[in-house]
Each structure stands twice: as C-alpha cells, then as structure tokens.
C-alpha cells in the first residue's frame, strides 16, 4: 500500500514548490508594500474621476439624448458618464475614511503608457483607418507594457487585427475607417 505510482516524485516536486512559493507569499509582510498616499491622493483621484464623468457627459449630450423611445447617439454614453461622475462623488464622500492609496511607483508608468499609446491610437484611427493604429497598438501593449517576446508580439499584433477586421467589417459591416 505504501508503493508510489509513476510519475510521484515529480508531483511531490511540484507540491513542495508550490508549498515554497505560499510560504515566500506569506513572509512578505505590510512593511514590503509601498507607504499609502493617504487622503489627498484619495481626494485628487476622485476629483480627476469625476471631471471626467462631467466632461463626458457634455460630450455625450452634444450628440443629442434622444427619449427613452428614441435614443439617439448620446443616449448610453451619457448613462455611462453619469455614472462615472456619480462614483467619482462616492469616491470624493470617502476619500477621508481610506488610507490605503498605493504610492506611485515604476509600474504606475506602464498605465500612463498605456493611456498615451491609447489617445495616439485614437488620434490615428480616423486619418489611416484602424487597421496600423491598431496593429501598433496590440503590438505596444503585448512587447512593452506586457514583456511578451518580439515574435509573439509581432504575431499576436497581426492576428487581432485579422480577427477584428474579418468581425466588424467583415461579418457586422461596422463603418469603422479601413484601408482595405
């Protein structure tokens, strides 16, 4: 009874290496994680959430609203940006309680790298048509931001564009600009 299959050490291998990495987890304590911002990155947040809500808003009435009968082209964006601006109120009535706001760190310009490549993609989509914009932009976030290797980022970048391009133009006739 006391026999192993084939195949047991190696298991036994896995599951002390996975126990290691539990244990490598569990003694990386409060004091390893950056000092929290406090309430005025709370507060600051909340506001910039906010002020967006409201500016999306503007936008999403100068589209037109429409009725509940008939929506028009700003109906859902206006929904979302009031709800946006609704949470960036919640945010700004809590700021004071929460103190658990990280501190802003390397990994805090991947966003901001993030968001610039994104407004450079939107910059670019109606000139040339989304199909480069977007190969760039896949190609970006997959090599740079997420550490994927060149060929695969490469690969991937194409292969999403296909398959956008074969879904929304192909098989749903969406009027989005493309090349081809």
């Known amino acids: 009874m006391g026999t ?10 896995q599951n002390a290496e ?26 600051a ?27 028009e082209a700003g109906t859902w964006p206006l929904v979302i940006c009031a709800a946006i601006t609704v949470l960036g109120c919640v945010l700004l009535g809590t700021a004071r309680r929460t103190a658990d706001t990280e501190a802003f760190s390397a990994a805090s310009w991947k966003i901001l790298a993030g968001v610039g490549t994104m407004a450079g993609f939107i910059a670019l989509i109606g000139t040339i048509g989304f199909e480069i914009p977007s190969a760039l932009l896949a190609f970006v976030w997959l090599r740079f931001l997420g550490g994927e290797s060149w060929r695969l980022s490469a690969v991937a970048s194409v292969l999403i564009v296909a398959a956008f391009y074969a879904v929304f133009v192909g098989l749903l006739s969406v009027p989005i600009p493309h090349l081809f």
């Open 45 to 71: 947040v909340a506001l910039v959430v906010t002020a967006f809500g409201a500016v999306g808003c503007l936008a999403s009435w100068s589209l037109g609203v429409g009725t509940p009968a008939e929506p």
């Open 4 to 13: 192993k299959g084939p195949g047991a050490p190696e298991a036994e291998a």
């Open 18 to 43: 996975a126990q290691s990495v539990e244990a490598q987890d569990a003694d990386a304590g409060p004091e390893d994680a950056p000092e929290p911002l406090g309430p005025a990155a709370n507060v």
